[in-house]
């Protein structure tokens, strides 16, 4: 199976950037879609950005323009760059594959954006 894991989470001033990674096992890692939600407490988790196995990207209204999302299948690898963080922005962010029927998630990194 695979094990999804992040990493790069802190806390940023508001206006700063934080890079997120997810680090993937598996030696079909290309094959699966890649994503990463967000949980603030007290909120439902919510999706932030999704990426294909083709590399199509998909994002919340909330953070385009802002986030991007890549990934290096080489490295079985995810990426979330945050610019232009907000306060809002706070939460715990999952890394979350998905290759029908098997879906899989992270432990989650806390990202907290604050002066």
């Known amino acids: 199976q695979v094990q999804l894991v992040e990493s790069g989470g802190g806390l940023v001033q508001p206006g700063g950037s934080l890079r997120l990674s997810c680090a993937a096992s598996?030696?079909?890692?290309?094959?699966?879609?890649m994503g990463w939600y967000r949980q603030a407490p007290g909120k439902q988790r919510e999706l932030v950005a999704i990426?294909?196995?083709?590399?199509?990207?998909s994002y919340a209204d909330s953070v385009k323009g802002r986030f991007t999302i890549s990934r290096d299948n080489g490295k079985n690898m995810v990426y979330l760059q945050m610019n232009s963080l907000k306060p809002e922005d706070t939460a715990v962010y999952y890394c979350?594959?998905?290759?029908?029927?098997?879906?899989?998630w992270g432990q989650g990194t806390q990202v907290t954006v604050s002066s």
């Open positions: 990426i294909s196995s083709g590399g199509r990207t």
């Open positions: 979350n594959g998905v290759l029908s029927p098997d879906v899989y």
């Open positions: 598996g030696s079909i890692f290309s094959r699966y879609a």
